[in-house]
């Protein structure tokens, strides 16, 4: 549904933010054969990224001129409880430090790293959300800070660890850094999001 408006909306001339849809068909696929996408999905997926980083004039991983993308879930019907939408998907160790260049606000660019690190964990690798929550807490009450916006640049990036240390604990691998990695991750979380209770 969410795509299916997006793309009425591109199509009447209204300026929205350039990407793809990945049908409904593709999720029933998903279920009916293990939980497997469709063979052809992988050559799709590679002309579908490859469009977008020409449209946008960003490339997927590249850390002076990097693509970040956001998943969204979406169905036919409204289902409460389907995946949260993940945001910045395609930041890693070395297009975070894009972000802070571009962007000339290291401290912003370091804290949109860490709430990705939050959001990927939580909802695509399954890792506790409180585990993450109380290093930040931590963090602020060590330096005897009442607000996120009190931590520096250099804090976050402490945070930032111990976000990614979090999830190598929890998992046994480390927070992923590949974009393709990080798309395809979130894809299945979605599909999967469909089968909760």
Not at 22 to 49: F, W
Request: with cysteine; net charge negative; proline share 5%.
């Amino acid at each position: 549904g969410k795509g299916a408006g997006l793309a009425a909306m591109s199509q009447s001339g209204v300026p929205v933010p350039a990407g793809f849809t990945l049908t409904t068909d593709v999720c029933r696929y998903y279920y009916a054969h293990g939980r497997r996408v469709p063979p052809e999905l992988e050559n799709q997926m590679k002309t579908s990224i490859t469009r977008l980083e020409k449209v946008s004039g960003k490339k997927f991983g590249d850390p002076k001129n990097y693509l970040l993308v956001s998943v969204r879930s979406g169905a036919k019907f409204s289902m409460p409880g389907m995946m949260d939408t993940v945001l910045n998907l395609g930041l890693n160790d070395e297009t975070v430090e894009g972000l802070a260049r571009t962007s000339g606000d290291e401290r912003f660019a370091w804290d949109s790293y860490r709430r990705f690190i939050q959001m990927y964990g939580d909802v695509v690798l399954g890792v506790d959300h409180g585990l993450f929550e109380e290093a930040l807490e931590i963090a602020k009450e060590d330096n005897g800070y009442y607000a996120d916006t009190e931590l520096s640049a250099d804090e976050w990036k402490t945070l930032v660890a111990q976000y990614k240390s979090i999830v190598d604990e929890e998992l046994g691998s480390p927070f992923p850094q590949d974009p393709i990695e990080q798309l395809w991750g979130a894809i299945s979380a979605v599909f999967d999001s469909w089968d909760t209770e």
